[in-house]
């Protein structure tokens, strides 16, 4: 089937944000970072969520020096206890999909909190995978404009992509075409 990833429909998104409000709640669990997975980039005329793209060639697992990312199966995962914070992925991500952050751990002596030095933490997507619905940015949209895709998805989307360009591109041919559009 090959990698999947969250693409969104910005003829859809209407900016709400329940995308983000349903993946930082996913996260808001004890031993994970409560931070959204996903980005939503707004302009006068669209918004959209970026999300990673567990890309085949993964620009960001190539330039981690610890291994922190890594290919597990079809997606691109997280080894937190690897991660330096020298943010080689965050600048090689081409999506923007990769953060670092601050994590700061907490301990109780007595009625003390202490407080740990802060350790980075890599936040991306991981496509909810340890939730059996899939990706809660997804099941948490109101208007359907995300959609977990693989390979195949695209590769048919392509396709009927491909066919209208060419229908398109008949009316400027000299000799009458036939296109099956199926």
Known sequence: MGSKFVIAD?????????????????????????????????????????????????????????????????????????????????????????????????SQLGNLTLESTPKAALVKCDLCYDREGGPACVAACPTGGLMLVDEEELADRQRKRRMKAAVASSAFSSVPLNMDLN
Not at 53 to 75: I, K, Q, T
Request: aromatic content about 4%; hydrophobic content about 35%.
């Open 10 to 106: 910005p003829g859809l998104c209407i900016g709400c944000q329940t995308c983000m409000a349903g993946c930082l709640l996913k996260h808001s669990v004890p031993g994970d970072i409560p931070k959204p997975r996903l980005n939503l980039v707004t302009t006068l005329t669209i918004s959209a969520p970026i999300v990673c793209h567990h890309c085949a060639d993964a620009p960001c697992v190539a330039s981690c020096p610890e291994g922190a990312l890594y290919f597990d199966g079809d997606r691109v995962a997280v080894k937190q206890e690897r991660c330096i914070g020298c943010r080689s992925c965050v600048l090689a991500c081409p999506y923007g999909a990769v953060e670092v952050v601050p994590q700061v751990s907490a």
